[in-house]
């Protein structure tokens, strides 16, 4: 059994130190799995990415009066359309933009009326 000096007891606490912060910043920088909900909040602006033929994230929660902005990333046109047609975009091309500020308490899916298995959800309380 080895005995324990001060100066490889010091070793051990700052090795041992650490390691706990680098475990505890690593666990706090955690980013929601893909496809969760990420939303702020409360109102303000939400964004969603449109990249290989997909909404990312693909269900958002929101706050009532929040600004909700879509971006085609992709190199092929997308739509951004509610279906109730409480929103609807014109055919985005790369780097367009569609916003829509989400005013109404409810649940609203969409879809890319060109490619309609892309779809997406917007709860907004």
Avoid at 17 to 23: C, E, G, P, R, V
Avoid at 84 to 90: D, I, N
């Amino acid at each position: 059994m080895a005995i324990r000096t001060s100066e490889t007891g010091r070793r051990i606490d700052w090795i041992f130190y650490l390691a706990s912060w680098a475990l505890t910043a690593l666990i706090s920088l955690q980013a929601p799995p893909p496809g969760v909900a990420a939303a702020p909040a409360s109102a303000g602006k939400a964004e969603v990415q449109i990249d290989n033929f997909s909404f990312s994230p693909t269900a958002l929660r929101v706050k009532a009066g929040t600004q909700i902005t879509w971006t085609n990333g992709d190199d092929i046109p997308h739509t951004v359309v509610s279906d109730g047609h409480t929103f609807k975009s014109k055919v985005l091309g790369t780097g367009e933009k569609f916003t829509f500020t989400a005013a109404k308490p409810g649940t609203y899916s969409y879809s890319c009326s060109i490619h309609p298995n892309m779809t997406g959800k917007v709860v907004v309380e």
